[in-house]
């Protein structure tokens, strides 16, 4: 590990799951320090007060007027992205912000041109493609080893949709529902193992729910313009899991409770109003009663449904030691340190940016590109027809820094 | 088991690898009576008279002299199944052909149009949808007990490309690849499982070897007029297998080899010459010193890859015992006796056109209509767009009756 030229004193704004789940990540990251949070929940930041001994705000705008701070982390809802990017780069805070960066194009360009203006880092994560595994996979399509990518596959079925929600995540015009929600992470996966710049899409997204009614499942092809292939099938509503297709191993860590069948969809059904609903939600954030600990979950790196590389000499997928490589001669696991979390990528991009002057790869432009996918999607599915792509943008820097 | 009222006498032509395969079917099937054989191969003949005690003939058209003969079945290479079909069709013979039917649309149309003009049944198969599992897919799917179909995923990973072929099953313009040659099977469960009728493909198809220069892989998105949606992704170059993700069963029930990591790669690399291939191919051939004991291998269902049916109410698929099902509130195994067979199903088809007069699922027809989709994949990749299809037929009969 390098020596740190300088310690970045960060911000989190907003404790929710997002927030909370980023702070020992901030804790971890030798080159930076947790400084500081805003929420309006008083409980919560006296919470935070005592574990963390940082400055405490109820609002972005007070924590952005401290002179302590360089950077903010922006886990609010994605409703006020665009308002809080503005009033952390015109205090010429760097800036990460918690996917998805926005719902439209034009509020993704709005924030990208004026953190640009203003001089200051716009990285968004934590996305799935931030992971230690997905990164690793990328490592080894750069190193050339196994020859051209051909096609790149990531299925996920799971309980998404009966997960409690806030009611903006059940509305598709809001960025809800597993397209804009999920694929967001599926896109921003392949799209950094397949090079970044993807040509077509041609998708059917589904709503079979009624009573929540945005998309819950997708069937999504893309074609890359070097050509490679990639599906993004995803389905939320609860009945096969690609757990068992992925060791028993999901985006937390190991399963406890793979037992127990529906669970999600059964509790959603007892649940019996929208504020109930929100109040379960709200106890997974920082301090909660349904709090994860993220620390102690992280005994294995997070599977984000099953991810299948195929190359010309070999195929990769994920391990619960790391990644397994089928080449020409032999089967064999290339292990990644449990160490190395998505997270901590996240802060490291961060902080290379800002003290290194390395181009991030997860900056706004790349956000933007897979919030193109995302909307394009769901609009292939309306029109019934493929699609092209304007606002592509490749991988931009190398990958597998050590910290 | 109802009383059959009629026997039909049938003979096969050409054995191979697909003749010899359909031999325990027809043993089996109590309306149907194995009574002939032609074949160019006299020690193939000798063994088979002395098998089963039929007649034998050097040529198709000898066969079909024989008055005892109602129906045939052409296991010969597909590029002499236009002459075999119209020889056949003209002696007033049932016909069962080996898939591909064809190559072209015009050929299949060619022996549609005959067929009909001679009055006589023509029934594509055994292709994989005739497998019992997908025959209760389909069953399940027909009953609405899970509601409306949303997506149908196939995914095979496996060694294809490089288990002992023909030169001609290497050359994309006589059919082979993995896209004609297996994509036809996904094709034929998708389109079974989703209605039949495609609207529109988009595909990727890949040639990564350059000394097996045919499609080797492919990823292909299809959306049924229904808009169902649904992906085939096949992967023949022996890297990964599915078999990891179904019990370890493949197409040939059990493995028994699975700890052998890239053999039928290193296998064919160790094969000197094409000569020496197809040896190897052709003794797998009825009687050969490879031939598999096909009433052994039989010890479970096969699993052409990893099938997954996506309802509003549940998912399917496959199980060593049968299918699971995971419902509302329940995950559960439906059993199917292992007695059941896709080839006696492939029998059984023909049997009830000929005795009962009901319309076969499998005919010309929904034959032609799986060429057109693989045929499209491939233009489809070349031409890098999605393209529609004109020559879809709609699934024509109830499956699930009992033999």
């Not at 030229?5 to 404790?15: F, P, T, W």
């Not at 079979?208 to 490679?228: K, M, P, Q, Y």
């Not at 191993?249 to 109930?276: A, C, F, H, M, W």
């Not at 089967?331 to 800002?354: F, S």
């Amino acid at each position: 590990m390098p020596t740190h030229k300088r310690i970045l004193n960060i911000g989190i704004v907003g404790l929710g799951i997002a927030g909370a789940s980023m702070i020992p990540a901030i804790i971890d990251h030798p080159g930076v320090r947790l400084a500081a949070a805003s929420t309006r929940n008083k409980e919560r930041l006296e919470k935070f007060a005592k574990d963390y001994n940082g400055e405490t705000y109820f609002t972005i705008e007070e924590l952005c007027e401290s002179s302590t701070i360089d950077a903010v982390y922006i886990a609010t809802p994605t409703e006020f992205h665009t308002e809080h990017v503005r009033i952390a780069a015109e205090a010429k805070k760097h800036i990460i912000v918690e996917k998805p960066l926005s719902v439209t194009l034009e509020d993704a360009e709005d924030m990208i041109e004026i953190a640009e203006r203003n001089g200051v880092q716009l990285i968004v994560g934590h996305s799935h493609s931030f992971e230690p595994p997905i990164q690793k996979m990328r490592e080894i399509i750069e190193s050339g080893e196994l020859g051209k990518v051909l096609m790149i596959h990531n299925w996920y079925y799971n309980d998404w949709l009966y997960r409690p929600r806030t009611p903006e995540e059940l509305k598709t015009e809001l960025g809800g529902g597993v397209t804009y929600r999920q694929g967001s992470h599926q896109f921003d996966i392949i799209r950094l193992l397949g090079g970044g710049e993807v040509r077509s899409i041609r998708a059917v997204t589904g709503i079979a729910d009624a009573s929540r009614s945005t998309e819950g499942n997708h069937s999504v092809f893309l074609e890359f313009e070097n050509g490679i292939a990639a599906t993004a099938v995803y389905n939320g509503y609860d009945h096969f899991h690609t757990t068992d297709l992925t060791f028993g191993i999901g985006e937390g860590g190991p399963l406890t409770n793979s037992n127990v069948y529906g669970q999600s969809r059964r509790l959603i059904k007892d649940t019996k109003s929208q504020t109930d609903e929100v109040a379960l939600k709200v106890a997974s954030g920082f301090g909660g009663e349904r709090s994860k600990n993220y620390k102690e979950a992280e005994k294995s790196h997070p599977f984000f449904g099953l991810t299948i590389v195929s190359c010309e000499k070999g195929d990769i997928r994920q391990h619960p030691d790391g990644l397994i490589v089928y080449g020409e001669d032999e089967k064999y696991v290339v292990p990644i340190l449990k160490e190395e979390t998505g997270r901590l990528n996240v802060i490291d991009e961060l902080y290379r940016a800002v003290v290194e002057g390395e181009k991030p790869v997860h900056d706004g432009r790349w956000a933007k590109a897979n919030l193109e996918v995302c909307i394009k999607a769901i609009q292939s599915s309306k029109e019934r027809k493929e699609l092209y792509l304007d606002h592509q943008v490749p991988v931009q820097s190398k990958v597998g820094h050590s910290i």
